[in-house]
């Protein structure tokens, strides 16, 4: 095991009713800015919920935070927030509404220059606006953790920060406000826990029992719980509840301590998603079998592991199959071709992370020398 | 899965030579009370790291903090932080230590009357002093939850309490602070861990996923590195490193979320060591076995369950007489008859229960009047 350092401050509010629960959680008399993405919050009544809970807060909403939330778009909340002199900041949504409204709150308070530079340049957040969350969306995890990612239209670069400063101070998450979510919102959330679970363990096999086990608990559930949640007449309580904790769980902190980490899946997604506007999950469905057939070789002591453990399998290339197939019966095409993209993207990949000169992932097998070949892999 | 709230705010600092950070960690200028047990830590030189990672603060020690820390000595050192006083607790040692430490915090600060109430009556804690951990005995998961457990000595009482405001801020645990420990107390360090996991999930099968499969993933790690660690040459610091984050993560509130709970073993083991003054882990793995016994009707489906994914039988009695030879396998006489103890305490320990009229455990299958009966099969 490696030395760590952990450190979680995020409350959570698990379940049936406990949107009700806000008021208590936010200090009397803060002015609110409520921030949510396209509407569906309108359509599916977790809006109403909120603002009923909300009724004794002065409450200015912010909508239109888009999938991918755009700097330029963030930064209009921003001038809000500084203009009317907001103390509170409540993400209502999926991973890219609290992803902006971490942005937000800390480009509210920054005093050190251009804002982009939090994602751009690792400008340091010293301090950030307090920020609530009611989860709509199972996937990022970023309800219970510090990392946000924000992309620049003008640019189209896809870029993150971290900061202990805007863990939000609340999470509430009711697993009835999945109810309306669409099978492909439901598909990309299932591979986006999957593989955060696979870039946190599918490195080393160190014997590190207890985080290696935890991880395959939540990939074995996922495999379980997918085929009943893509499958669901009505939705099911159990099933989203589980789905729910699982997506947490996946990026909240608890697999990742003292263990080796490869997070080169996301990085490359992240380019796709930036040059092509693909969603967030089907990158990952695209790049992470190619890098388990790249490292096949380096890792196969854990990629035997993996298999074993999670698929019942002593085949390594087997393992890798299945969970290409998995991605698949989820209604995810896996090949960049049939998406429309050709080699062409490669050399824009390759070119951009090239100019970043940041390690691609975080193991040496995984660099910006094999990438070409992964990619290629992947056409 | 049942709705919840979970919220722990530790930071932990896992690792070899972590304990030269504490001093970031502890405010400028603050007047630091060393707590301490039996005095190991002057031997095995965790004493002297610490006093180096202090250099710079005023310090005074407060030893002698017993197993099963006595209510009277602790409002000793009560007296002494008032007097002196002390603005941060800094807890060196194991459960009893931490443990101790906490009802030292609320109570230097209790306003309500009596501090034993704290833990008697049920008074409400509202402030307490500042507590930091360096935990040398991975065992009662205290380093990371909001629990303590307290022992009066004249009313031969073993009571407990918990409060978000004892959470220690931070908690150091490196693995070769455990080096020096001797093989009774790492037997029941196992124990009382094994326990706190069974207790937290031996209970119901309704497919909470996550939390079960975390559950198992201890059981099984605790299984697996126990021989191991009982039989050691020479300390290794990746079986002591899995022991002391299997021990933390049994009872930081992680597997906790959301299912049902069952404390029945631990509530009659702090009879037995409250009335025999029995090591705590001994008392516990006496006690679970009965409760395993006395439901094995009720809880059937978690039973097989259990039987299935940590002893890999489908034979439900197999498991439990796998439990129990585990723990025999520790070195621990599992039978009260083994310890001198008879049917007369059969008697005390319902008296005791009764006379405090709190449910037993948490699910109604072990309540006080089956109480004899699981008692009876362990004499």
Same mark, same amino acid.
């Given at each position: ?13 698990? /379940? ?47 909508? /239109? ?21 907001? @103390? ?11 992803? /902006? ?59 993150? &920060? ?51 086990? &935890? ?27 589980? &789905? ?32 092509? /506007? ?48 998995? &991605?698949?019966?989820? @209604? ?48």
């Amino acid at each position: 095991m490696e030395n760590f350092n952990y450190y979680n401050p995020v409350q959570i509010l698990f /379940g049936k009713g406990k949107i009700a629960e806000i008021a208590a959680l936010i200090p009397k008399g803060f002015k609110v800015m409520l921030t949510y993405g396209g509407g569906s919050i309108k359509s599916n009544g977790v809006h109403a919920q909120v603002m009923r809970a909300l009724r004794n807060y002065e409450v200015v909403e912010f909508g /239109g935070i888009e999938p991918n939330p755009r700097y330029e778009t963030l930064m209009k909340a921003v001038q809000q927030v500084q203009r009317e002199n907001i @103390g509170f900041l409540l993400a209502v949504g999926g991973g890219s509404v609290i992803d /902006g409204t971490k942005f937000i709150a800390a480009a509210a308070c920054f005093r050190g220059g251009d804002p982009w530079d939090i994602v751009a340049a690792g400008a340091r957040v010293t301090v950030a606006l307090p920020i609530g969350v009611v989860l709509t969306l199972p996937a990022t995890g970023s309800e219970m953790n510090a990392n946000s990612v924000v992309t620049r239209d003008s640019t189209r670069e896809k870029l993150s &920060f971290a900061s202990k400063y805007v863990f939000p101070r609340f999470s509430i998450l009711d697993p009835e406000t999945t109810y309306s979510l669409p099978p492909r919102q439901l598909a990309n959330g299932i591979i986006d826990a999957f593989v955060h679970v696979m870039e946190q363990y599918y490195t080393v096999a160190r014997g590190d029992e207890i985080q290696d086990r &935890f991880s395959e608990s939540i990939l074995k559930t996922l495999v379980e719980i997918a085929p009943r949640l893509m499958q669901e007449g009505a939705p099911d309580y159990q099933n989203r509840a589980t &789905f729910t904790w699982a997506a947490t769980v996946a990026l909240n902190g608890w697999i990742g301590c003292g263990v080796a980490q490869d997070w080169s899946s996301h990085h490359i997604g992240h380019e796709l998603t930036a040059l092509h /506007g693909m969603d967030h999950g089907v990158t990952l469905a695209i790049v992470l079998p190619g890098v388990m057939r790249a490292t096949a070789g380096s890792r196969r002591p854990k990629l035997l592991q993996y298999a074993e453990r999670v698929w019942g399998t002593d085949n390594a290339d087997q393992a890798i199959d299945a969970t290409e197939r998995f &991605f698949q019966s989820l @209604g995810v095409a896996t090949r960049l071709s049939a998406h429309g993209i050709g080699a062409d993207t490669i050399d824009r990949v390759e070119q951009r992370l090239r100019q970043r000169a940041i390690p691609l992932g975080g193991m040496p097998d995984v660099n910006i020398d094999n990438l070409r070949d992964i990619l290629a892999s992947r056409l």
